[in-house]
Every structure is written in C-alpha cells, then in structure tokens.
C-alpha cells in the first residue's frame, strides 16, 4: 500500500518569527539557530549541509558536506580541490546552501559565492584532523571513477606505512572553501502551512569582504 500522500506533520514547535526582533545580522541568527540544532536530540549531524553547485552550462549537482567553522566573514566547508564541486565552483562561484533541520521543523537556506582559503588556514584545521581523516584525504581523488573499493584499501595501507610516526603533510589538492553569503532564508514551519519565512539579502558588492558592519535588509517572504 502507498500511503505517502497521507504523510504529514503538523508544524507547532515554534512561536511564530517576529521580524522586528529578530537581529539584524542573519550570522547572529544562524548562530542561535545552529545551537539549537547542536543541542536538540534526534538531529543528526547538524553541521551537515546539502550544497548545490552550477558548471558554466548550468548543470547542477548537489551533495552534503560539513560546515567546520563560520564567522561573518563566510561559512567553511573542506573537500577535494579536483572533486566535481571544486570543478563547478572554478567554472562558478554561486553556490546554494540548506541546512534540512527537520526535527526542529526548520531549513536555513544560505546563497552565496565559494572561495578557496588560504593554505595556511587550511593547514590549520587539517592539521587538526585524526591522521586516519589526514590519510584518507591523500588516499582519494574525489569524484573519479575507480575500479575497486580494494585500491582505496591498499593505497591507504601503503600511505600509513609511508607516514608512521610522521606527521602527514597537507595535499595541495586538498583545503578548504570559504562560502560568503549574499542571502540567507531562515524558515520555520508553522499550523496551517502558515509558515514563516524571513529572508536577508545584502547588496553589498562580491569585491567588498564581509563583515560584522555588513548592512543587511530583512524582508518577511509568503509560504
Ligand atoms: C553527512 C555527510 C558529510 C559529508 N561531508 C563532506 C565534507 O565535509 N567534504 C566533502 O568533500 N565531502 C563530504 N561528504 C561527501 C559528499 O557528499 C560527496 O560525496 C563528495 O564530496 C563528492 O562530491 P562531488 O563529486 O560532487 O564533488 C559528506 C557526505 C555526507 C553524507
């Protein structure tokens, strides 16, 4: 029997969004939606995000990845520098970010352009990294098609063997890329499909680096 069509959940966790007290920077909001989310049981991985990417023709791809650190300045996410999304981001920058928090009835949306970190910063969080984590990032070439899941095996047992008791260095194909938003969309379900929507757009120019003096305009969209 299919009965998907009779799947529904009334929305009532939340008081509705008031958008007059709301702040006036989506990073201070995010940051307390983000807490919530870290803190509330059943909510796996709440800093995965599904990101979407768009090649020169407009091709899309969408996959999860995890957020590692944000400030106003942009969201951080590490991956491969020759994988698929690396290859869209070089052909184009925009990326679409959505944070699926279901069990707080919630979706953070986040439009924004990618940029690569520096080196250095990438260094940092990889040096922090288990060495397990360190290996593997040597052992893939992100997004290839490979023959057998036994090569990855045997190239990871060959790279332990080649760094034991050193430390591993940083791949040059391996970092980090810096998301800094445009738009975000903070969205809560409400009775009814009443729900709430409440955007921040800034127009500030993709030259100017964000910060926390960024000016952003607040605008309450229908469901
Ligand atoms: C929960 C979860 C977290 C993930 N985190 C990352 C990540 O932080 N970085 C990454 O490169 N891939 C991550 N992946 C794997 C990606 O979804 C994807 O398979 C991989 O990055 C290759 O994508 P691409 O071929 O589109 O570049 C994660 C997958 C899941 C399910």
């Known amino acids: 029997m299919n009965d998907i069509s009779q799947m529904?959940?009334?929305?009532?966790k939340h008081e509705p969004l008031d958008i007059k007290t709301m702040p006036d920077s989506?990073?201070?909001?995010?940051?307390?939606w983000f807490e919530l989310a870290r803190h509330t049981e059943h909510l796996a991985e709440p800093n995965a995000f599904v990101l979407?990417?768009?090649?020169?023709?407009?091709?899309?791809?969408?996959?999860?990845?995890?957020?590692?650190?944000?400030?106003?300045?942009?969201?951080?996410f590490f991956t491969n520098y020759h994988s698929q999304k690396a290859h869209d981001i070089s052909e184009n920058p925009q990326v679409s970010v959505c944070f699926p928090w279901y069990p707080l009835q919630r979706q953070l949306l986040i439009e924004g352009r990618a940029e690569k970190i520096s080196q250095a910063e990438s260094l940092k969080y990889f040096a922090s990294r288990p060495k397990e984590s360190q290996i593997?990032?040597?052992?893939?070439?992100?997004?290839?098609v490979i023959d057998s899941r036994q090569l990855l095996i045997d190239k990871a047992k060959q790279l332990a063997q080649r760094f034991a008791g050193k430390s591993v260095p940083l791949p040059d194909f391996w970092g980090g890329y810096r998301i800094r938003p445009t738009r975000f969309e903070f969205w809560q379900g409400q009775p009814g499909r009443l729900h709430d929507r409440i955007q921040y757009t800034t127009t500030e120019l993709d030259d100017k680096v964000l910060d926390d003096s960024t000016i952003w305009e607040k605008q309450r969209l229908s469901p």
């Open 8 to 12: 529904r959940t009334v929305f009532d």
């Open 26 to 32: 989506p990073v201070k909001l995010f940051e307390q």
């Open 52 to 76: 979407s990417t768009a090649n020169h023709a407009g091709r899309l791809r969408t996959r999860t990845v995890l957020l590692k650190y944000f400030d106003h300045h942009g969201f951080v």
């Open 136 to 144: 593997g990032a040597w052992v893939s070439q992100q997004s290839q």
